[in-house]
């Protein structure tokens, strides 16, 4: 466990790392605008993923230890490039990406739908190396054909198109290949796999839909309001803030497989909160780091017309640190089939976003947008603290660090890994 810890978190960060150089290479050779058009471009992309998933996201890695991938594949593709079709449609008509990406967006989204439902396998095999490989494959062969296509005297955003394609299609052959290694189910098989995809899916997707809206709707919002380039600059603030989510998401991921293959209630609880105090803990030291950076130091990593990101970055934090902790509750009701409260939660998120995003957005500009995601992230993640409290008997003393921590967590760390 602990070897896939450490593997999930080195992808976490070279993912990270290579997506800063994306944003370093658009900032200086398009600026903030050509920065706000790849930013809705990857938004579109996201959209199209969401119907997508609904047959071919977190729902597999609970399905895969009980059910044969011959009986659970195929529904999944035919479901994405239905999802594919659709998302292209509505896409265009709404316009929701810039003249003549949309198609690209559609297709992308379907590459990359697949890819996702084989890593999803492997998480569910609990092959966590194989996931991280082949995202940071797909990272480094990004950031390499845009480095390359970027060199050319006019550069624009479909630049970054096609060295999406490029990695992702790295990528697929990757996880394809991968997925020839054939791991045994456990138990008895359920008898109708598609309902429990559709059930356990139509929850999960719903949540991350809302969450997406959660955490991407203001993009939106900052560009009708302020426009593109504003947009370019608010994405970079928003990029190194998350950077502090490199911990939480990789043990989210070791989380979700650990508990979808364990079936005792207290250990399930541990772990939860061992990894929650870890998560925490670590995207705190990130984010003190962040901000003692200064504005400058950015606008010359990022390009000339990227200002005023330390501040931003201050507004963040407090919702960073909030979805922090969410990573930890938001895989413990996914692995244990508890989708309904992430869902719950994001929708309250949602609500927020959207009324303080109307009304902070037009007159604060970037950091109302900031102040907007913050507050819409701590109401999310209070919902799901509450709930995982309930759910299991925790006491509000349990969640905060005491003495027995570091005892119980070298304990637990030290069992897993053997």
């Known amino acids: 466990m602990l070897r896939a810890i450490s593997g999930t978190i080195l992808a976490r960060i070279v993912t990270t790392v290579m997506g800063l150089l994306v944003a370093v290479i658009a900032g200086h050779r398009m600026g903030a605008e050509?920065?706000?058009?790849?930013?809705?471009?990857?938004?579109?992309?996201?959209?199209?993923?969401?119907?997508?998933?609904?047959?071919?996201?977190?729902?597999?890695?609970y399905l895969v230890p009980r059910v044969a991938l011959g009986r659970l594949l195929p529904p999944?593709?035919?479901?994405?490039?239905a999802a594919a079709a659709l998302g292209y449609g509505l896409v265009a008509l709404l316009g929701?990406?810039?003249?003549?990406?949309?198609?690209?967006?559609?297709?992308?989204?379907?590459?990359?739908?697949?890819?996702?439902?084989?890593?999803?396998?492997l998480v569910g095999q609990q092959r966590i190396r194989?996931?991280?490989?082949?995202?940071?494959?797909?990272?480094?062969?990004?950031?390499?054909?845009?480095?390359?296509?970027?060199?050319a005297?006019?550069?624009?955003?479909?630049?970054?198109?096609?060295?999406?394609?490029?990695?992702?299609?790295a990528a697929l052959l990757l996880s394809t290949w991968a997925m020839r290694k054939q791991v045994p189910t456990r138990g008895q098989a359920p008898v109708n796999v598609l309902g429990i995809l559709l059930k356990q899916g139509v929850y999960v997707q719903l949540a991350n839909a809302t969450q997406l809206l959660n955490y991407r709707l203001a993009y939106w919002l900052i560009g009708k309001f302020q426009g593109t380039a504003m947009l370019g600059i608010y994405t970079v603030a928003n990029q190194l803030a998350e950077g502090a989510w490199l911990v939480p998401k990789s043990l989210a991921v070791v989380l979700y497989s650990k508990i979808s293959n364990t079936h005792m209630a207290e250990q399930q609880r541990l772990l939860t909160l061992t990894f929650l105090k870890t998560a925490m803990a670590c995207a705190t030291a990130v984010i003190l780091v962040l901000l003692l950076l200064p504005s400058a130091l950015f606008q010359w990593a990022f390009g000339p017309e990227i200002t005023g990101i330390t501040p931003l970055i201050a507004w963040l934090a407090p919702g960073i640190l909030s979805m922090s902790a969410s990573q930890a509750f938001s895989h413990f009701f996914s692995g244990t089939?508890?989708?309904?409260?992430?869902?719950?939660?994001s929708a309250l998120g949602l609500v927020s976003t959207v009324v303080a995003g109307l009304v902070l957005i037009p007159r604060?500009?970037?950091?109302?947008?900031?102040?907007?995601?913050?507050?819409?992230?701590?109401?999310?993640?209070?919902?799901?603290?509450?709930?995982?409290?309930?759910?299991?008997?925790?006491?509000?003393?349990?969640?905060?660090?005491?003495?027995?921590?570091?005892?119980?967590?070298?304990?637990?760390?030290?069992?897993?890994?053997?």
């Open 153 to 169: 005297a006019h550069t624009n955003a479909m630049d970054y198109v096609d060295a999406a394609y490029v990695s992702v299609i």
């Open 130 to 151: 194989a996931n991280n490989h082949i995202t940071m494959v797909q990272s480094l062969a990004l950031v390499a054909a845009f480095m390359l296509l970027s060199r």
């Open 34 to 61: 050509g920065l706000g058009v790849i930013g809705l471009v990857v938004l579109g992309i996201t959209l199209v993923r969401l119907g997508m998933d609904l047959m071919g996201g977190g729902a597999i890695v």
């Open 76 to 81: 999944c593709y035919l479901w994405a490039l």
């Open 337 to 345: 089939a508890r989708n309904v409260h992430n869902l719950i939660g």
């Open 364 to 418: 604060l500009g970037l950091p109302g947008a900031a102040i907007a995601a913050s507050c819409a992230y701590g109401l999310s993640a209070m919902y799901q603290t509450v709930a995982f409290m309930r759910v299991t008997g925790t006491r509000f003393s349990d969640l905060w660090p005491n003495a027995a921590d570091g005892r119980r967590a070298r304990e637990l760390f030290g069992r897993l890994y053997k």
């Open 96 to 121: 929701l990406v810039p003249g003549g990406y949309a198609g690209h967006v559609a297709v992308l989204a379907l590459l990359q739908g697949i890819n996702a439902i084989h890593l999803n396998v």
